[in-house]
């Protein structure tokens, strides 16, 4: 086994010390570099943008690094409508705030500060408009800020051309993985719709370019001794994989991205010494070589999403497409339609659920259209790029406007359509359950033993009662928690905010009734507590 499967057993071995070192902080303390003494206070940093700035709805989210303290963080500039001025990459600021580490609200809420930690930031700092400003420029002189650069002026072609609006966002994000201006409402219906993995450049544009390029090469497949020619072979494969980086560097080198690009490396270096490279070792293997890179992308949902689909592929695909024989390409090119999205649903399902919490009941006939859809829009905005300052640009941009807006109805029309989601709050435990379920089945599949029915049918039934036992649990869950000067109080699934007055506010809480007064002098919290006592009131401390 360990012969056969060796990249899998030294995944396995490193995501266990990754995980022990997070958790345990043995043998090295992996969150050291994000704790400083002048988290919570309030004080004044010089701060140098890293990245180019994100716009927000009421200001701008920034990537800065502290000099003083060779530590990174967030900045949110708010908005200013005296001073129209955008910090741009590479510019020093002065600025005046708190940076924070946010926390959590709930127990089982996303914890935006564990995310921060991971992404080796301190916290983040809100900054008014009259507490920044900008006192120099030096520019950032990295790999990833050059192809930010470039990402941008991708964009700005597109713009040339005649893209606009939600058009021009959509093909950015699809094709240069430019999605800062895309409007959270359409990210929200292709989350429902089940097709979010196309607004982020990731494992399926890079299979699409993959595919337009072998393509190219090959003339279509008829010039099949390329691959049985070991000088074309080799010169095929280098071709290949050059120009899959450099895309790789024009999306600004995403994380998912260089996965994709990593991986389709390893398969074409095993093509080139004949090796059978689509295989489980080679995901093992690339997941390993990110993980020595970055111990700390174990715990990121895009890293846990893009192997678990590609996991479900190759143990699911397969088999899928053995029971359904085709005769001809076309009918080749549907069915792996079918197959790819039902298989990568599979393998990304327990992912999904534990953080996401909801299910598209009409994934299938969503990622059917929107694939093709991004095939074809991914084509026409290469050819879009190249030709931006012509004619064939222009008229070329207003075909990408129409498809890119009737595309984007059609999911818009997708999340609409009656019980689109499954909202469903599994606990880690749930997922073991249904982790082994699938993974029961696919024993059951490779084996073709029914023996395998039986933990796969006692896990899923345990995973109900737990879901039983946490929802009946939740129902007589009530919790209260202050952020800011809002107070939110969760009973069962509803949560309530309240505005925190100046001077008090009164609540239920858990069937009492309370009152929070946290800015009373002496005299005044007196009268209220005697004015709560005669009216069987508690207040909280």
């Known amino acids: 086994m ?79 409508s005296t001073d129209s001025y955008v910090p741009v990459m590479g510019d020093l600021l002065i600025v005046r705030t708190h940076i924070t580490r946010p926390h959590a609200l709930f127990k089982g809420d996303y914890d935006y500060g564990n995310y921060l930690r991971q992404q080796h930031k301190v916290g983040i700092g809100y900054v008014q408009p009259q507490q920044w400003q900008v006192i120099g420029h030096y520019p950032v002189r990295t790999l990833r800020a050059y192809a930010a650069g470039v990402q941008q002026r991708l964009v700005q072609r597109l713009a040339d051309a005649g893209l606009h609006g939600q058009s021009l966002a959509f093909i950015s994000a699809i094709i240069v993985g430019e999605r800062d201006a895309l409007d959270s409402n359409l990210r929200q219906s292709f989350a429902a719709a089940g097709a979010a993995h196309v607004l982020a450049v990731s494992g399926l544009h890079t299979g699409i370019i993959y595919l337009v390029i072998s393509s190219l090469l090959t003339c279509f497949g008829f010039v099949r001794p390329l691959y049985e020619q070991r000088v074309r072979r080799v010169l095929l494969s280098l071709t290949i994989i050059i120009v899959m980086w450099v895309y790789a560097f024009v999306t600004g080198l995403s994380p998912s991205v260089m996965r994709a690009v990593l991986m389709l490396t390893i398969i074409q270096v095993g093509w080139m010494l004949r090796r059978h490279a689509v295989s489980v070792n080679t995901l093992a293997a690339a997941a390993c070589i990110c993980l020595w890179v970055d111990p700390l992308s174990l715990f990121s949902v895009s890293f846990q999403l893009s192997f678990a689909a590609v996991l479900g592929i190759l143990l699911f695909g397969r088999y899928m497409n053995s029971i359904w024989r085709v005769r001809n390409k076309l009918q080749r090119f549907v069915r792996d339609l079918f197959t790819i999205s039902i298989a990568a649903t599979i393998g990304t399902l327990p992912v999904t659920l534990f953080y996401f919490g909801q299910v598209s009941h009409y994934f299938l006939l969503a990622n059917i259209i929107v694939i093709i859809a991004a095939y074809i829009l991914s084509i026409l905005g290469g050819f879009t790029l190249l030709l931006a300052h012509t004619v064939v640009g222009a008229w070329l941009a207003m075909v990408l406007q129409q498809l890119s807006g009737r595309l984007c109805d059609f999911v818009q029309w997708i999340e609409h359509l009656p019980h689109a989601t499954l909202q469903l709050s599994v606990t880690p435990w749930m997922v073991i359950c249904l982790v082994v379920a699938i993974a029961c089945c696919y024993l059951r599949i490779r084996q073709q033993r029914l023996v395998w029915f039986a933990p796969a049918v006692a896990a899923i039934a345990l995973l109900c009662v737990l879901h039983i036992y946490d929802t009946r649990q939740n129902l007589n869950n009530y919790e209260l928690a202050i952020r800011g000067n809002t107070l939110y109080y969760r009973h069962g699934e509803t949560t309530d905010a309240y505005k925190l007055d100046s001077r008090y506010t009164f609540f239920r809480y858990n069937g009492c009734d ?15 507590t005697r004015y709560c006592t005669e009216h069987n009131i508690s207040v909280w401390q």
């Open 514 to 528: 309370y009152v929070y007064a946290p800015h009373l002098s002496a005299r005044q919290q007196q009268s209220l």
């Open 2 to 80: 360990l012969r056969r499967y060796p990249f899998v057993f030294v995944f396995l071995v490193t995501a266990l010390l990754i995980c022990s070192a997070y958790y345990l902080h043995v043998p090295y303390n992996l969150r050291g570099d994000t704790e400083a003494e002048y988290v919570d206070s309030l004080c004044t940093f010089r701060a140098h943008v890293t990245e180019p700035p994100v716009q927000k709805p009421k200001g701008w989210l920034l990537t800065v690094t502290l000099p003083k303290y060779r530590q990174q963080a967030m900045l949110y500039l708010k908005a200013d």
